[in-house]
């Protein structure tokens, strides 16, 4: 992928697994297919799921903020995809958060008008993706290590991807939809998470995520949050 391209993708697992008809024309495996056998191609072992942990600094390297398609040949999210390995995936994007990529530039276009370029749309993809790892994991429930990992060690890092899912998501539908999964999904997280939302976006929470919540919370006081 060139580095003057604006929209990059980025592959640290290739390849994946059909698991429903939405799955009978995936593009990615029809591609992979192609190159099977080709020696020294990404895609010598054809639609295969294999790790790439040599591609897994490559956002690094990129000196321009880009739009990012996180892993557009495969899923992180399959299931023989190490827990460990996904975690390493999204703190790259948590690297890039913190690094000059990140960082809001100006440029100009073909017409010489100048137009804002920011880094930060391929971290929101990031951050969906693992915000949808993290919801996944905490529907495992009380007793998961990840899950004690998440909510009792009180790691701010993940916690920081659902609020930031939350700070992005303009539309109420699709903000309660995510809140009521989250509810639903159980952990002790989901308190944190709902509180949050309800302090920063306290207008678009429907009255039934609210009372949700309300039934839902067990350490976290919603008086603490700031009023709606
Ligand atoms: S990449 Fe997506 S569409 Fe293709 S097999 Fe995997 S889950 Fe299905």
Redesign the pocket.
Known sequence: MSDHSKIATWNPVRG?????P??KH????TFAERFRGVLGHPYERG?DLRLVPEKLNEPLLWSRPKTVFVNS???VF?SDVPDEYIEAVAKVMQAIQASRLFRREVERDVLGKEQPVTGFRHELIGKFLAARHVRHIIGQGAGSATVDYITLSGDELWLDMFYFVIDETVSSALLNRFLKEILAAGGLARERIAAYAIGTKGAQVATDVRVAYEKAKLGEDLALTPAA
């Not at 995936?26 to 495996?29: G, T, V």
């Open positions: 994946c697994t059909k698991i429903s939405g799955c995936c593009y990615a495996e639609f040949m495969s899923d399959h």
